[in-house]
């Protein structure tokens, strides 16, 4: 689009200095647009006069430097449209008010997942469709372990702490009713692995990518988990979950752990009494309504 602009300016200032132009010359515009660019020229000779001197003042101009502000710009206006558009449905946006990176604090009230609200619209169904949670996350706890029925709304809720971690970073408003937030120096994911063809088998493949995770993340970082090591019996997901919890726990790495592995919720006090890390793990647990 910047590329273009220019070239556009630079056709206008061949324009405003020669009476006639040939159609035929490489130019982008078709005869018909020529045309009537010529005819506009005519009759608003000051303004056209104006941008033929902007492109001789800048013509020099890094254009890397006017793309880095292209893209930005298009994020932004995509950003406003799309909470324009949820706005028209009844899903609300704050503006996020930041705490020290120091404090390590999350204070969201009536948060959800903008990646369904989106799926939401598209099915023709309003904000009454989706559940909002509330979550806080500070000095008295910052791993949250969430057991729960399945259909529960456990994944999405995971997603939308994610989410609105990283439009928060990005400057943006973010989906929720209030919004209080630290940055974050990395967001980490760790996944439950699918099926897979190579030789290490799930969860060989599951421990590699936690122990890259655990080889990078710090006290200032967050980590999203969903159904980790569940490619094993409930026993050994269970004691291989603990001891990463415990680590993390230590590290005082800011964790939402979402799993079936009942034994870890069972045990909380005793793995925070056993730990002694610079924060605390959290049991939470989530329901499904009943009409």
């Known amino acids: 689009m910047t590329a273009r602009l220019i070239r556009v300016s630079e056709r206008i200032s061949y324009l405003v200095s020669n009476e006639k132009i040939d159609v035929n010359q490489g130019s982008i515009f078709s005869q018909l647009e020529e045309q009537l660019l010529q005819e506009t020229i005519r009759a608003f000779p000051q303004y056209f006069q104006g941008l033929a001197k902007f492109k001789e003042q800048f013509q020099e101009y890094p254009i890397e430097h006017v793309r880095a502000y292209s893209y930005e710009l298009r994020f932004n206006t995509a950003m406003i449209n799309m909470i324009n558009k949820l706005k028209l449905h009844g899903f609300g946006f704050c503006k996020p008010e930041i705490i020290k990176k120091s404090e390590r604090q999350v204070h969201l009230k009536n948060v959800y997942d903008l990646s369904l609200a989106l799926s939401i ?25 969430l057991t729960g029925p399945n259909q529960g709304g456990k994944t999405t ?12 970073q990005a400057g943006c408003f973010v989906p929720a009713e209030v919004a209080l937030l630290s940055t974050v120096d990395q967001i980490f994911t760790h996944f439950s692995s ?21 080889q990078q993340v710090s ?73």
């Not at 809720?157 to 928060?168: E, I, K, Y």
């Not at 699918?194 to 655990?214: N, P």
């Not at 090591?229 to 409930?234: D, E, L, M, Q, R």
Request: charged share 25%; aromatic share 6%.
């Open 121 to 145: 619209i598209e099915e023709g169904k309003n904000a009454d469709s989706i559940v909002c949670n509330n979550h806080s996350s500070d000095e008295t706890g910052r791993v949250f372990i």
């Open 157 to 168: 809720f995971l997603r939308s702490l994610g989410l609105t971690q990283v439009l928060f």
């Open 194 to 214: 699918v099926e897979t063809d190579s030789d290490s088998g799930r969860l060989e493949e599951e421990m590699i990518r936690f122990k890259q995770i655990m």
């Open 219 to 291: 006290g200032n970082s967050l980590l999203l988990m969903n159904e980790s090591f569940s490619s094993t019996n409930a026993r050994e997901g269970a004691i291989i979950a603990e001891e990463f919890l415990k680590a993390l726990s230590i590290i005082g790495t800011r964790v939402v752990f979402v799993t079936h592995l009942y034994e870890i919720a069972k045990r909380i006090d005793k793995i925070n009494a056993e730990t002694q890390g610079k924060t605390r793990l959290v049991s939470m647990v989530a329901g499904v309504e009943v009409p």
